[in-house]
């Protein structure tokens, strides 16, 4: 039974499409992230929700918008899909400090 | 502005050898440190921490060195086997309204030869 599931794992789409990915965790954890894996492979964060509360929200547009309709789930929605977000998107949750698990990951790939 | 610095992307190494991974940081109120190992088409696996009141941290094969002064941590694989090769990120934490946002390094390819 998968910790931290993510669907789709593959993602191809247009430019300009609106697309999203669906993250649940079955751990019981307040603190679910997003994450972002570029072309340079940075893993960086996007968003962090504590028990559906946005607590971090890194410097990314505005076309992307996370949705946490309860502590179990994290969405995240892309508008206006634009080459630049090609990339891995990871979703993750934690209950402790620092140590987050990751699901497999959703590659993006805008054509 | 990288805080966390993985400078070797990549390192080779004898099976049963001991495999060393360095990781250097910039922010002085980073003051967890984790390890993360990835295989590919896979999301980061959780593998050890230290907490920057200690100096070591072993669990295993897998031992944790923290060197404040040089901000400086390393990871020690001993022995190395096949199954160990990934690539693994160096992540790291402050205390504080970010403290669960983990800043990780690149990463460094672990290649062990059978």
């Known amino acids: 039974d998968t910790a931290v599931s993510q669907t789709p794992k593959y993602l191809v789409t247009q430019m300009g499409n609106d697309k999203s990915i669906k993250c649940e965790q079955n751990l019981g954890h307040d603190t679910m992230y997003w994450y972002k894996q570029d072309s340079k492979k940075f893993l960086k964060i996007m968003f962090s929700y504590n028990n559906k509360e946005l607590i971090i929200n890194e410097t990314v547009p505005n076309r992307f918008s996370p949705k946490s309709p309860d502590k179990a789930h994290l969405n995240l929605h892309i508008n206006s899909l634009e080459l630049g977000d090609s990339a891995v998107y990871f979703c993750a949750s934690s209950l402790t400090r620092g140590e987050a698990f990751f699901g497999q990951g959703t590659r993006l790939t805008v054509v | 502005d990288q805080q966390v610095k993985q400078n070797s992307p990549s390192l080779s190494v004898q099976e049963g050898r001991i495999s060393i991974l360095n990781c250097d940081y910039t922010n002085s109120m980073f003051d967890y440190f984790l390890w993360y190992k990835k295989y590919p088409a896979e999301g980061p696996t959780f593998l050890i921490s230290i907490s920057s009141i200690k100096d070591k941290n072993e669990d295993g094969r897998f031992t944790v060195f923290l060197n404040k002064s040089a901000k400086h941590l390393s990871l020690h694989i001993v022995p190395s086997q096949p199954g160990d090769s990934a690539v693994y990120f160096c992540?790291?934490?402050?205390?504080?309204?970010?403290?669960?946002?983990?800043?990780f390094g690149k990463g460094t390819k672990l290649s062990v030869i059978p």
């Open positions: 992540a790291a934490s402050a205390t504080g309204a970010g403290s669960y946002q983990l800043t």
